[in-house]
């Protein structure tokens, strides 16, 4: 089936700088990817979505200067969380839209620390 | 419009009995209900999902219950195991919802002791 690779599964950074986070899709080709933002014991939240070769259309309240998304190519997605600060700590969760409407993907996620 | 209630927050069973996680929403635009198995540090895992034509699915040992003109849907894990300890979300889709995003239930967190 499909696999999305979502890349780093941790990461800790510090207080101030940047941190990108890859979502790959493996043998197909992703035209939508979605990232979520997951605190603990909660919900994932939906925070941006990107089509290939467009702009990402960001959730209400979703700072999109500072959670920059690149979907330049239909099989990679980036996820660049900008001058990171301590509540930015999250797990981070890309999904890729595998059918016309339906069929979702998700990646491993990824662990972000900021100290 | 876009919410999918979710119930129990927690649920605890003994090995081979049969949690029933439970999901209501309200948008009739909504055609697609997955529901995902998330393990701690994981990304969730489609389980099972089920269209509005049907009224159940089984697959191995989840199956969906559907009921269209109450806007509920069930998972059952039949014969559960230590092993489907997990977090459990039910969402819902649909090609008329804004780029077919998905919407979320709140999440159940199944313990099944030994």
């Known amino acids: 089936g499909a696999v999305v690779s979502q890349h780093p599964s941790r990461v800790i950074c510090k207080s101030g700088t940047s941190v990108k986070i890859e979502c790959r899709s493996l043998?197909?080709?992703?035209?939508?990817m979605f990232w979520y933002r997951q605190f603990p014991k909660q919900s994932l939240m939906l925070m941006a979505t990107s089509n290939e070769g467009s702009k990402a259309t960001y959730e209400q309240g979703v700072e999109k200067d500072k959670f920059l998304i690149n979907h330049a190519s239909l099989t990679l997605s980036t996820l660049t969380v900008t001058s990171a600060h301590p509540e930015d700590s999250s797990f981070y969760i890309c999904?890729?839209?595998?059918?016309?409407?339906?069929?979702?993907?998700f990646g491993s996620g990824t662990r972000l620390t900021v100290v | 419009q876009q919410q999918v209630k979710q119930s129990p927050q927690s649920l605890i069973v003994q090995k081979g009995g049969i949690p029933i996680i439970n999901c209501a929403y309200e948008n009739t635009a909504f055609d697609y209900f997955p529901w995902y198995q998330q393990f701690p540090g994981k990304g969730p895992a489609l389980l099972i999902a089920?269209?509005?034509?049907?009224s159940e699915k089984k697959e191995g040992r989840f199956t969906i219950s559907f009921n269209k003109s109450a806007k509920q849907f069930s998972l059952h894990i039949m014969d559960s195991q230590p092993g489907d300890s997990a977090t459990y979300f039910c969402?819902?889709?649909?090609?008329?919802?804004?780029?077919?995003?998905?919407?979320f239930g709140e999440g159940t967190q199944l313990t099944v002791n030994p």
């Open positions: 043998d197909f080709q992703a035209t939508t």
């Open positions: 999904s890729a839209l595998t059918g016309k409407y339906y069929g979702y993907t």
């Open positions: 089920i269209r509005p034509d049907v």
């Open positions: 969402a819902a889709s649909g090609r008329e919802t804004s780029g077919s995003r998905l919407t």
